[in-house]
């Protein structure tokens, strides 16, 4: 059964850091590209970040470019998204996603429950 | 990217069809054949629904379906079920370096 669990979220004000963490279980974890995904309160989704199953390829939705760093590592079948520059506007739930296949685009088949980051004063 | 463009609500009946529609641009929706449907009930992690435009993952039931024209891709649901309200969002690939757009989401009620 494939499983996907995140970590890391919480309360974090203007400009500071969080590190977010997705333990990947039941699959052949390199063999997929993973995203994180958020949504914001009441709002639609919006894709944050993208990475191929190797690594080698990395992509970033414009609104978190140059703030926001995704990694995995393939030994702890475990995906990260390391946060910085924290707005008010990242608040939102923020989801890991499996791609269907090796690299990003074809559609996310499971997600986990979701983590929680809240950027406020 | 702009996000794909969704009506905000459809409503049916038990038993009835509703059909949602997701247009987009000729550089995502109509480009690219990977067109996925989602379902999210409140409170809860979304469930990939249809794939590649009109594919079913294993446990989806056979009333949904999808179908694409043009820059428009749309998702029937038949034989309406209390359990089908819920809100659906639409994402197709954009072969850009943003690889995903989602639609605006639609609210499908069950009267």
């Given at each position: 059964e494939v499983q996907l669990l995140e970590s890391g979220g919480g309360l974090v004000q203007p400009g500071g850091s969080l590190r977010l963490s997705c333990a990947a279980s039941g699959?052949?974890?390199?063999n997929y590209a993973m995203s994180w995904v958020r949504q914001a309160p009441g709002k639609g989704l919006e894709w944050v970040s993208g990475i191929s199953g190797s690594g080698g390829n990395i992509q970033y939705a414009g609104s978190v470019k140059g703030r926001f760093t995704i990694s995995r590592d393939n030994s702890k079948n475990t995906l990260f998204l390391q946060m910085s520059?924290?707005?008010?506007?990242?608040?939102a739930v923020y989801y890991c996603a499996k791609d269907l296949?090796?690299?990003?685009?074809?559609?996310?088949?499971y997600w986990g429950q979701g983590d929680l980051v809240t950027v406020s004063s | 990217q702009s996000a794909l463009t969704q009506p905000p609500s459809a409503s049916g009946s038990p038993g009835q069809s509703v059909t949602i529609s997701c247009t987009g641009l000729i550089s995502d929706v109509g480009a690219y054949n990977y067109v996925s449907w989602y379902q999210q009930h409140p409170g809860k992690a979304p469930k990939l629904m249809?794939?590649?435009?009109s594919k079913r993952p294993?446990?989806?039931?056979?009333?949904f379906s999808g179908s694409k024209s043009g820059n428009t891709a749309s998702l029937t649901v038949s034989g309406?079920?209390?359990?089908?309200e819920a809100d659906y969002y639409c994402s197709s690939d954009?072969?850009?370096?943003?690889?995903y757009v989602f639609g605006t989401g639609t609210k499908v009620t069950v009267l």
């Open positions: 699959f052949t974890f390199s520059s924290l707005r008010v506007g990242d608040t296949r090796f690299s990003s685009g074809y559609g996310f088949d | 249809i794939y590649e435009i294993s446990g989806v039931p056979h009333r309406l079920q209390a359990e089908d954009t072969g850009s370096n943003n690889p």
